[in-house]
C-alpha cells in the first residue's frame, strides 16, 4: 500500500503562488509515476500534471502549461507543484496520484492512478 498526504493548499490573490506537496509512504519503491488532479464545485476531476521518475519526465495540461511546474525528490517519497500566476480558474481541490509506471499520455487519466491522497484546498481571490 502507498499513502499520500498533501499539503500547501491555502487562500491566495490572483496572480499569486502557491507551492504544493505530496508526502508519499509506505510501499513507495513501486511508484514511478505521480500526478496531481484538481476539482472545482459542480465540475469533474480534470487533469493538472504527471511526473515520471523515470527520465524525470514531465506531463502538463494545456490550462495551466508556463505557469505550474511539477516535480519529485530524488527519494520518490515528495512530488511537488508550483503554482505561479493563479488565477479564480485554479479555485479546486488538488489531489495527489500515484502508481506504477504510466506511459504516455496515460498519465493525464486518473483512471490510470490506484493511489490518491485526500486532497488540499487552493483558493484564488479575484
Known amino acids: 500500500q502507498v499513502q499520500l498526504v498533501e499539503s500547501g493548499g491555502g487562500l491566495v490573490q490572483t496572480g499569486g503562488s502557491l507551492k504544493l506537496s505530496c508526502a508519499a509512504s509506505?510501499?513507495?519503491?513501486?511508484?514511478?509515476?505521480m500526478g496531481w488532479f484538481r476539482q472545482a464545485p459542480g465540475k469533474e476531476r480534470e487533469f493538472v500534471a504527471a511526473f515520471s521518475w523515470s527520465g524525470r519526465s514531465t506531463l502538463y495540461a494545456d490550462s495551466i502549461k508556463g505557469r505550474f511546474t511539477i516535480s519529485g525528490d530524488n527519494a520518490k517519497t515528495t512530488l511537488y507543484l508550483q503554482m505561479n500566476s493563479l488565477k479564480p480558474e485554479d479555485t479546486a481541490v488538488y489531489y495527489c496520484?500515484?502508481?506504477?509506471?504510466?506511459?504516455?499520455?496515460?498519465?493525464?487519466?486518473?483512471?490510470?492512478?490506484?493511489?490518491w491522497g485526500q486532497g488540499t484546498q487552493v483558493t484564488v481571490s479575484s
Open positions: 509506505g510501499r513507495t519503491f513501486s511508484i514511478y509515476t
Open positions: 496520484a500515484a502508481d506504477r509506471d504510466i506511459l504516455g499520455d496515460s498519465r493525464g487519466l486518473s483512471t490510470a492512478y490506484h493511489y
